[in-house]
């Protein structure tokens, strides 16, 4: 299942400073050739929803926006709106409340032309509400709470853009553990992912990848003991052997497997440069070692040598460029 | 390493309905043999504190309540305090400020007799700061959240009683994922304990139990993946692989192989009784399609006639009784 890059936000996205997120949207979508359809039907706001990220994505320097605003099924089997999704290059659905959302688009032509994008390559990206519609199984209205408890929250059927996964969004900021656990405890063929505000977890290829200032917090429930089926109304739910993982940005995550991916650490070329040179001397020093003939203290003066020299010559080569 | 009960309640345990976890920590204590030693130094309330609890213990039957309360380290070397905590059969530690507890009464002539109180069988239980302070590693202050962040907390040595162990409380109420998270990636060797308020985990030769309305979750380290020796300070920590158990009442936990035991289900007398019935109707039918004489609305019909016939038989019986 290739398909195109699924953008799932955790709702709100830094909008008037650096962008990361919507800067990589629009990237996504074909930077100056994007063609991006804006759903706010999430929304009960008026039309300044929509000329927010209007303004927001041509700001980043998409060639066009339009708006796709079904407010009824029978709308959203609107043919003008269909075509607006099918030239699409990138598709971004606004929050708001997701059974709104879901209700009104799902199972119509709309729906399947926001599936049909995503299969052909576009970028399908949404915040919050339009975060959670992507997945397969969708969270709906609920408590906070780090415990899980019975009828915390409820399930819907999502998009189904991210298969066998169910999405929660603002994880850390409404403290929506609890929430998680109880869905993944009842389902445990699910993976349950929680996205903090501010933060986008990418999905391309079957690999996971984190965006912007939270984390991305997996629950795998695949070897789950758990009582969810007899645990009483109020009672906290047995849910033991969930393994964790906390994302953040820079992460990959292969879906597949359920892994980790190696973790790069971005190194800042000048502590690259020192590193290599301390590398150097070390080496330097073991050989002085190894032949034995020096004593620590005269390999102290010999590195102090060495360097001073090495410093004269990157003096001189700085005057070059001077 | 044997030693007592510890009792590890996450704070504001019921004090006016049930009691369920005072009335517990008075039984380990010894019921009407009870002779308890109350420590509220963490507390910055007077005597009323003490009171409280001293009420309490009492109305629970305990036969005696005494008062440790020393307020500077050189009362903690108090030879009438450490008598005191020599002859008790229960140690109970209120709420406060664990590092004022751990500060005045770690490593002084009383923390060494709550130690031996507990190695020679006496009950240890504490509440909130009480609880804190009986693992190896303590938490100390610290922010809310569900994100781990550098420095969301601090840690200093506890009374050690549970070993290889860091303990928070007030995990649900205070949203304390994020901190004890944190903790767990910077020290990978401790186990992460979170008790929820009103619930207690009491920890008795290597077994974890569940007594109180909430849970206790448990965050083990021990396969995970992260980078918390180089995160910005701001940024969230990776937390990758780490197992996650919640503990509802009646589960119980293998701290040494770190496991759940097998999680018995408390089955209703009146319900078991008439499981056993509907499993000697579903063997009487086997046996009936077996020699295949009958059909389905014939096997329907007799088990009828026998269930009436039963009923008939228990009518008499309760006739016998009444």
């Known amino acids: 299942m290739p398909g195109g890059p699924l953008m799932i936000i955790g709702g709100a996205e830094d909008k008037l400073r650096r ?3 919507l800067k990589e949207f629009v990237a996504l979508s074909g930077g100056p050739d994007a063609r991006i359809a804006v759903i706010p039907t999430a929304s009960s706001l008026g039309p300044e929803v929509v000329e927010v990220y209007d303004a927001l994505f041509r700001a980043e320097g998409a060639a066009e926006v339009h708006t796709v605003r079904p407010e009824s099924r029978e709308e959203a089997g609107d043919e003008e709106l269909v075509e607006q ?41 949404g915040t919050s509400a339009g975060a959670s519609i ?4 969708m969270l709906a209205f609920g408590v906070g709470g ?31 553990y609890g929430r998680l656990l109880m869905i993944v405890a009842q389902s445990p063929q699910l993976l349950g992912m929680g996205v903090d505000e501010d933060t986008a977890a990418l999905v391309q ?17 695949s070897s789950i003991t758990t009582n969810a089926f007899e645990a009483r109304r109020s ?6 052997g969930v393994v964790l993982h906390v994302l953040p940005e820079g992460a990959r995550f292969d879906l597949a497997t359920r892994t980790l991916l190696p973790y790069g650490v971005e190194v ?44 004269g010559a990157d003096e001189t080569t700085d005057g070059d460029h001077a």
Chains 1, 2 share one sequence.
């Open 268 to 311: 800042d070329p000048t502590e690259a440069a020192e590193m290599e040179e301390a590398g150097r001397d070390l080496r330097q020093m073991a050989r002085d070692i190894a032949a034995s003939d020096a004593s620590p203290s005269v390999l102290r003066r010999r590195l102090k040598r060495t360097r001073k020299k090495k410093a």
């Open 85 to 125: 999704l099918g030239k699409a290059t990138g598709v971004f659905m606004t929050g708001g409340n997701q059974l709104k959302l879901s209700s009104i688009v799902c199972g119509t032509p709309v729906g399947d032309a926001i599936v049909a994008a995503h299969e052909r390559g576009a970028c399908v990206g």
């Open 134 to 137: 992507q997945s397969s199984h």
């Open 205 to 221: 290829d079957g690999v996971l990848s984190v965006i912007g200032r939270g984390a991305v917090t997996l629950l795998d429930p």
């Open 235 to 240: 009672a906290p739910l047995l849910a033991s």
């Open 19 to 21: 962008r990361r997120i």
């Open 146 to 176: 780090s415990t899980p408890k019975q009828r915390m929250t409820q399930m819907a059927a999502g998009l189904g853009l991210v298969p066998g996964t169910v999405i929660d969004q603002h994880f850390e900021q409404r403290n929506r």
